[in-house]
């Protein structure tokens, strides 16, 4: 699996973040996250102030400027390997930009991960999630229940008005972005449905490790 760049797609509540972290340490990738790269790249100085003050009042960044940064990430000594394309990208127009800059490099993305799980099980995985604030453990009132002597917080954003929210702006995004990568030949549709282990056992079978 050396050289391969992945997408990596999945609503909120799928179990991508989890996945993620087992994908990158088996196949020795960074995860790049768009996110984070933004946020070195301001640490270290890199963003002009239009681009800062856009960050810090919620606005967008250019997505040109997006791919420069993501290009320069891609040729530090880790990513020599490939990458784990993660929340990026979000739209055709980006998909289209990501290829144009990897070509130029002689590289392409591989493979794009879509993990599939119903909405009414999301919303189900996320509204009864809680955490105990004494030890950060995160329970589920239906699957995982909490010990009787926990001391359970249950975040604000985890209501189901907010989750029908996430999960809909996830398919806005990807309404399109899926389509592309299928066109393209490269897309595997992975069931997320099922513990941890079964769902790896299924991303690695459809990557071929």
């Given at each position: 699996?050396?050289?391969?760049?992945?997408?990596?797609?999945?609503?909120?509540?799928?179990?991508?973040?989890?996945?993620?972290?087992?994908?990158?340490e088996k196949l020795n990738v960074p995860q790049l996250s768009t996110g984070d790269i933004l946020r070195a790249s301001k640490a270290a100085g890199k963003l002009a102030p239009e681009l800062i003050k856009a960050m810090d009042s919620g606005g967008l960044v250019p997505?040109?400027?997006?791919?420069?940064?993501?290009?320069?990430?891609?040729?530090?000594?880790?990513?020599?390997?490939?990458?784990?394309?993660?929340?990026?990208?979000?739209?055709?127009?980006?998909?289209?930009?990501?290829?144009?800059?990897?070509?130029?490099?002689?590289?392409?993305?591989?493979?794009?991960?879509?993990?599939?799980?119903?909405?009414?099980?999301?919303?189900?995985?996320?509204?009864?999630?809680?955490?105990?604030?004494?030890?950060?453990?995160?329970?589920?009132?239906?699957?995982?229940?909490?010990?009787?002597?926990?001391?359970?917080?249950?975040?604000?954003?985890?209501?189901?008005?907010?989750?029908?929210?996430?999960?809909?702006?996830?398919?806005?995004?990807?309404?399109?972005?899926?389509?592309?990568?299928?066109?393209?030949?490269?897309?595997?549709?992975?069931?997320?449905?099922?513990?941890?282990?079964?769902?790896?056992?299924?991303?690695?079978?459809?990557?071929?490790?």
């Amino acid at each position: 699996m050396g050289g391969k760049n992945i997408v990596f797609m999945g609503p909120p509540g799928a179990g991508k973040g989890t996945q993620a972290k087992i994908l990158t340490e088996k196949l020795n990738v960074p995860q790049l996250s768009t996110g984070d790269i933004l946020r070195a790249s301001k640490a270290a100085g890199k963003l002009a102030p239009e681009l800062i003050k856009a960050m810090d009042s919620g606005g967008l960044v250019p997505d040109e400027v997006v791919i420069g940064l993501i290009d320069d990430r891609m040729q530090q000594p880790d990513a020599v390997n490939g990458a784990l394309f993660d929340g990026f990208p979000r739209t055709v127009v980006q998909a289209e930009a990501l290829n144009a800059m990897l070509s130029k490099r002689g590289k392409r993305i591989d493979v794009a991960i879509a993990i599939e799980v119903d909405p009414s099980l999301l919303i189900e995985r996320t509204v009864l999630r809680r955490t105990d604030k004494r030890t950060g453990q995160i329970y589920h009132l239906k699957y995982n229940p909490p010990p009787p002597d926990a001391e359970l917080v249950h975040r604000a954003d985890d209501t189901e008005v907010a989750v029908k929210k996430r999960l809909d702006a996830y398919a806005r995004d990807t309404s399109a972005v899926i389509p592309f990568y299928e066109k393209e030949g490269v897309l595997k549709r992975v069931d997320g449905v099922g513990d941890v282990g079964e769902v790896t056992k299924r991303i690695f079978a459809a990557l071929g490790v």
